[in-house]
């Protein structure tokens, strides 16, 4: 079974500054999707950025990045600029590829809550 | 606006009783999921439908039970509820199976007394 690891429970970053959050999972398989979710306060989860396991660039969304290291198993989420409405839990979750049963449900980690300071 | 609608935001209820989660998926989507969140065990996995039709199991107790109706909206049933059982539980949907959970819903609260 695959396993996600968020190491850092809470982090807090100074506006327009950088900040990284870091994740590693636990996996045989070759082949397989990573993803970081939002959750503020409202709740709702929200997809941030996506990144296939084939893929050897790093994927990029706006003021959001990841640094992908495949051997390391590891897959942190910087984000640039940072404002107040970045505030929010973030979750990593891995995805396989194929599933039995057409199934493809995430696993999560258990988060990082990210405080940004005015 | 993810198009999820989970029915009701908050529920309180004593030990012992049964409840019942709803959700509506996103219009078009086939697929629903059920997470359960908790401070102690992250986000986990309960079980997936897809058109009507059970799909995947994850960590969901016996006391646990879910379906999926013709019109796809899906119902989560909890019953000899305890203390442990207080949690956020969120539905998920997607537009067929080949996809994981695509649009959350804002999850209902529930809070056993």
């Known amino acids: 079974a695959q396993t996600v690891t968020q190491s850092q429970p809470e982090m807090s970053v100074q506006e327009a500054e950088t900040v990284t959050l870091s994740c590693t999972y636990d996996?045989?398989?070759?082949?397989?999707?990573l993803f970081w979710y939002k959750q503020p306060p409202s709740r709702q989860m929200i997809l941030v950025i996506r990144q296939e396991a084939y893929k050897q660039q790093n994927a990029t969304e706006n003021r959001f990045s990841v640094n992908f290291q495949k051997a390391a198993k590891s897959f942190s989420l910087k984000i640039s600029d940072s404002q107040l409405g970045d505030a929010a839990m973030y979750f990593c979750a891995y995805r396989s590829v194929n599933s039995g049963a057409g199934s493809y449900q995430l696993t999560f980690g258990k988060g990082t809550k990210l405080s940004v300071i005015p | 606006d993810s198009g999820v609608t989970q029915t009701p935001k908050h529920l309180i209820t004593a030990t012992g009783q049964r409840v019942t989660l709803r959700c509506s998926p996103r219009?078009?989507?086939?697929?629903v999921y059920w997470y359960q969140q908790s401070l102690d065990q992250g986000l986990q996995f309960l079980i997936q439908?897809?058109?009507?039709?059970?799909?995947a199991k994850g960590n969901i107790l016996e006391r646990f039970s879910a379906q999926q109706f013709p019109d796809l909206h899906s119902e989560l049933n909890l019953s000899s509820l305890e203390l442990g059982d207080s949690a956020l539980y969120f539905c998920a949907s997607s537009a067929g199976q080949g996809y994981q959970p695509q649009h959350f819903g804002d999850g209902t609260r529930l809070s056993i007394l």
């Open positions: 439908y897809y058109n009507g039709e059970e799909r």
């Open positions: 219009s078009g989507d086939l697929s």
């Open positions: 996996t045989s398989e070759s082949d397989y999707y």
